[in-house]
């Protein structure tokens, strides 16, 4: 199984600039869930999915950020306009079944906002 | 609310025991425990329901205590590889089913 797969790897991008950020889930999955890492805050859900809709997004910082998922393979977070404040590594996890269960995660995205 | 996690840093010989703390002020229907090596996606370790559980994964256990609200990870006999960051991410009654929120990790590094 290849596993969550996310792109790009890393990111640098200047202030002001749209990103996409992209993932894959495992196939069969049904839950997808995106979080930030940070130094300061730790890891933060963002959304998450459930079957290819949005359950839960109360952990979007603002209407600057936007996620969808048009299909069970695949995922886009998206940031316009981006801020130096939203450098940080966004993973994408996916799981199977039950929300409860073992969520696999991505490799992650290093974003890094001039 | 965020559990909070203690210590926030151990440092271990091989072969020595850690016990790490993961403590909410909610109540929980279930706890996760995650392992993140440096630059690396955290990986699942264990699940623990409500009913006051205990699992064990090799020489890793943790337990659950519903009515405390706490759990704890314990590694006994420290291996190089142990080392990384762990954190517990809690489900919280009333939350949404999905929504785990993860504490801010404790920081573990064995040493030769």
């Known amino acids: 199984d290849a596993g969550v797969i996310q792109s790009p790897r890393h990111e640098v991008t200047e202030m002001g600039q749209e990103v996409t950020l992209r993932c894959k889930p495992i196939s069969g999955h049904d839950y997808l869930f995106w979080y930030r890492q940070t130094m300061m805050r730790g890891l933060e859900l963002l959304i998450y999915f459930n079957n290819n809709v949005p359950i839960d997004d109360s952990g979007m910082p603002e209407d600057r950020f936007s996620a969808k998922m048009p299909n069970a393979s695949f995922s886009t977070l998206k940031i316009q306009p981006s801020e130096p404040r939203d450098s940080a590594v966004y993973f994408c996890?996916?799981?199977?079944?039950?929300?409860?269960?073992?969520?696999?995660f991505g490799p992650g995205t290093r974003l890094t906002v001039l | 609310q965020q559990p909070v996690q203690s210590p926030q840093a151990v440092i271990l010989r091989e072969g020595e025991d850690a016990v790490i703390n993961c403590s909410s002020s909610?109540?929980?229907?279930?706890v996760h425990w995650y392992r993140q090596k440096h630059g690396e996606a955290p990986v699942f370790l264990m699940i623990?329901?409500?009913?006051?559980e205990q699992k064990g994964h090799e020489k890793i256990s943790a337990s659950f205590n519903e009515k405390k609200q706490q759990s704890s990870l314990y590694l006994t006999a420290s291996q190089l590889s142990y080392s990384g960051t762990y954190f517990c991410g809690t489900g919280e009654y009333g939350g949404s089913q999905g929504n785990l929120i993860f504490g801010k990790g404790t920081k573990l590094s064995v040493k030769p």
């Open positions: 996890a996916s799981s199977l079944g039950h929300s409860y269960n073992e969520q696999f």
């Open positions: 909610k109540a929980l229907y279930s």
């Open positions: 623990l329901l409500k009913g006051g």
